[in-house]
């Protein structure tokens, strides 16, 4: 893992997913290792609409989702940490995570976590989702009662990572632990906001109105 400390504060432009809950002009931080099959039925296709205007995945790359087999949807996972804002620009944000793989042992018994791989933010970041997708009536449910969201997000470009689909499939389960900093321009200071941790769907801190 890179020290949050050695980044400098230049912001590099990345197209995020950018979804969290709290009052106006309030730093949070979240992480998630969401199971596509765990998010609602009801939202599973605006979901899938969403990340594919929002995601570097080809137009509808994971359509197959929707009508899918049930090993399809529950080995396709989004793991992901955000460091989030809201309101005007007031700091360049940055979130890195590591993630860990649940491990088996012959008899099907879990037997813990074991790393895998870390993502960042790739630098220092303050970005919005396009207006064009914000003012979409048809995304509205990730906006509503939400002002400006700004993030930096540590994930995989296309959002969605579909697995092989595993047989048992509890073989397929993800733990993330996130690290979260903003870096303050009036004080010229790099800020710590601690570390999130899951191994679900979060859905709390996942944007959509509550239904």
């Given at each position: 893992m890179t020290s949050i400390s050695r980044f400098t504060s230049k912001a590099c432009v990345l197209l995020m997913l950018s979804a969290a809950a709290g009052s106006a002009s309030a730093l949070s931080k979240f992480s998630r290792a969401c199971r596509f099959a765990d998010i609602p039925r009801p939202l599973q296709?605006?979901?899938?609409?969403?990340?594919?205007?929002?995601?570097?995945?080809?137009?509808?790359?994971?359509?197959?989702?929707?009508?899918?087999?049930?090993?399809?949807?529950?080995?396709?996972?989004?793991?992901?940490?955000?460091?989030?804002?809201?309101?005007?620009?007031?700091?360049?944000?940055?979130?890195?995570?590591?993630?860990?793989?649940?491990?088996?042992?012959?008899?099907?018994?879990f037997i813990g976590f074991e790393y895998i791989r870390s993502m960042s933010s790739g630098g220092w970041t303050a970005e919005k989702v396009p207006d064009d997708v914000t003012k979409n009536s048809h995304f509205e449910i990730f906006f509503r009662n939400r002002g400006l969201l700004y993030s930096a997000r540590a994930g995989h470009p296309e959002i969605i990572e579909q697995f092989p689909a595993a047989d048992p499939l509890r073989f397929w389960k993800f733990k993330v632990i996130g690290y979260h900093a903003y870096f303050n321009f009036n004080g010229n200071q790099t800020v710590t906001l601690g570390k999130s941790e899951s191994n679900n769907c979060n859905l709390t801190e996942w944007g959509f109105e509550q239904r």
């Open positions: 296709s605006i979901a899938l609409d969403f990340f594919s205007v929002i995601s570097a995945a080809p137009s509808g790359k994971f359509n197959y989702l929707w009508n899918g087999t049930v090993a399809q949807r529950e080995s396709a996972f989004i793991i992901e940490s955000l460091t989030t804002d809201y309101g005007e620009v007031r700091y360049n944000l940055y979130a890195e995570n590591q993630v860990y793989e649940a491990r088996f042992d012959s008899r099907d018994t």
